[in-house]
């Protein structure tokens, strides 16, 4: 196991490395995700979003890349240390707001396989990068630089709903082998799309569990005990149910979503 400095936290980790490999070219870094909207848990990650003055070459993303490779998820150098994800979003990108937004780069441990493979995160178009802007701005919660919202647009709420069901499809290709995670973005889309708010995934599962039918209440249920750390990661006794609750959650976020116009 690599060593670190005695006192240093995961974050600090993850700022060295940035501030190291970007330098001036950093304006801010914000944190969003669960440490923002609610507080940290078992499962969560460590979420940060890095605000640029100019796109990261080549050279800088694969230094990132083997840098997070060597201090996130199972690599961690501290028990108490967790996947990270980090995005890097370039400041003319966003501001003037324009939809979809311009993803400059991403690094998550989902992506750990592909990564280690040689994969570079590219720049992309990202839909779903309008709901974090929007959690990071209205939680304003800077690490390093000005406040987030001297920094960051105001999202539209209408394009945070539309990203969130724009996030759909995608999600159910993912609904096996990611089964906790998958539900818990649904009740989280079907949370937003109903009453405009940004929630932590286990609140968006507790209001989401409240309007479910009972034959569709078991699968949240687990999931939401997954991300809690109550239970274990399994789902052989609910396999068969994890479509016709994703297929009804689904149906309710669209007709919410044609509701809200």
């Known amino acids: ?25 950093v304006v801010g870094t914000y944190l969003h995700g669960s440490a923002v ?21 080549d050279a800088e993303r694969r230094a990132l890349v083997a840098g997070l490779l060597a201090i996130s998820g199972r690599r961690r150098l501290r028990p108490d240390d967790r996947p990270v994800e980090l995005a890097l979003v370039v400041e003319g990108d966003v501001r003037p707001w324009r939809y979809p937004p311009m993803l400059d780069f991403l690094y998550g441990e989902w992506l750990r396989d592909g990564y280690e493979a040689g994969m570079l995160p590219t720049r992309e178009a990202a839909p779903d990068l309008a709901i974090l802007l929007a959690q990071a701005r209205a939680a304003d919660r800077p690490v390093t630089g000005p406040p987030a919202r001297s920094v960051l647009p105001e999202i539209p709420p209408s394009d945070v709903r539309r990203a969130s069901v724009e996030g759909i499809p995608g999600l159910l290709e993912d609904l096996e082998p990611d089964a906790a995670n998958v539900i818990l973005a649904f009740a989280r889309i079907w949370t937003t799309v109903v009453t405009g708010e940004l929630r932590a995934k286990d609140a968006a599962a507790e209001w989401a569990l409240e309007r479910l039918p009972d034959r569709h209440r078991p ?11 109550t239970a274990e990661d399994r789902w052989g006794d609910l396999a068969a149910d994890l479509r016709p609750h994703a297929d009804h959650v689904i149906a309710e976020i669209r007709r919410a979503d044609r509701d809200a116009g």
Do not use: C, F, K, N
């Not at 940290?40 to 605000?51: F, H, I």
């Not at 699968?219 to 750390?229: K, M, N, S």
């Open 37 to 57: 909207l609610g507080r940290l848990r078992p499962g969560s990650d460590l979420d940060l979003l890095v605000v640029t003055r100019r796109t990261a070459t």
């Open 219 to 229: 699968v949240l249920a687990r999931a939401r005990d997954v991300y809690l750390g």
């Open 1 to 25: 196991m690599a060593t670190h400095p005695e006192g240093l936290t995961q974050t600090d980790d993850v700022l060295q490395l940035v501030a190291g490999i970007l330098g001036e070219a």
